[in-house]
């Protein structure tokens, strides 16, 4: 019961989190402001190697342009915009690969699986992943890591098999 209420809870922040980032206003750089950023590939990897941090991403396909936002507590998200969408849409119809700084991203997964309903599952590379029924996210980490990685997609059988499928790594 408390897996479900932590799922439904996840959902809603990130529904939470998308409204506060377009609600919040502009700024010209982004970083750590919350304020949603577009770019192309090229883009998500510059910023990912001016972040300082790990940052995980599903890869540079599947998206006509991409959309950065980080949060001054380190969190960041990934979305991979199509359709036209520009940075900032409200709407939740878009992959989205978050990563958060946790300590120990396995054994935050590990103990979120304890409750009914979850069950972890490996993945490539070594990573274990939360998989919570009736979630649109799927909540992984890799040994070793102090991250948390949330594959989010409205679609719950796309985020996981984005999770299982190996795409999920840092931006290189």
């Given at each position: 019961?408390?897996?479900?209420r932590?799922?439904?809870?996840?959902a809603a922040?990130?529904?939470?989190?998308i409204?506060y980032?377009?609600?919040?206003?502009?700024?010209?750089?982004?970083?750590?402001?919350g304020?949603?950023?577009?770019a192309?590939?090229?883009?998500?990897?510059?910023?990912?190697?001016?972040?300082?941090?790990p940052v995980?991403?599903?890869?540079?396909t599947?998206?006509?342009?991409?959309?950065?936002?980080e949060?001054?507590?380190?969190?960041?998200?990934?979305?991979?915009l199509?359709?036209?969408?520009?940075?900032?849409?409200?709407?939740p119809?878009?992959?989205?690969?978050?990563?958060?700084?946790?300590?120990d991203?396995?054994?935050?997964?590990?103990s979120?699986?304890k409750?009914a309903?979850?069950t972890?599952?490996?993945?490539?590379?070594?990573?274990?992943?939360?998989?919570?029924?009736?979630?649109?996210?799927?909540y992984?980490?890799?040994?070793?890591?102090?991250?948390?990685?949330?594959?989010?997609?409205?679609?719950?059988a796309r985020?996981?098999?984005?999770?299982?499928?190996?795409?999920?790594?840092?931006?290189?």
């Amino acid at each position: 019961m408390w897996i479900r209420r932590g799922g439904a809870i996840a959902a809603a922040v990130v529904v939470v989190v998308i409204a506060y980032l377009l609600i919040s206003g502009g700024d010209d750089n982004g970083s750590g402001t919350g304020e949603p950023e577009s770019a192309d590939a090229t883009g998500i990897q510059q910023f990912a190697a001016d972040a300082g941090h790990p940052v995980y991403w599903a890869g540079p396909t599947g998206a006509e342009s991409f959309e950065w936002t980080e949060l001054a507590d380190g969190r960041v998200y990934i979305r991979y915009l199509t359709g036209g969408a520009a940075a900032g849409d409200p709407r939740p119809l878009y992959l989205t690969v978050a990563t958060y700084p946790v300590g120990d991203g396995v054994k935050a997964v590990k103990s979120a699986a304890k409750s009914a309903g979850n069950t972890t599952i490996q993945v490539p590379g070594g990573g274990t992943a939360l998989v919570s029924k009736g979630s649109t996210s799927v909540y992984l980490a890799y040994p070793g890591s102090e991250y948390q990685i949330e594959v989010f997609d409205p679609d719950p059988a796309r985020a996981r098999q984005v999770a299982k499928s190996g795409r999920i790594q840092p931006v290189s």
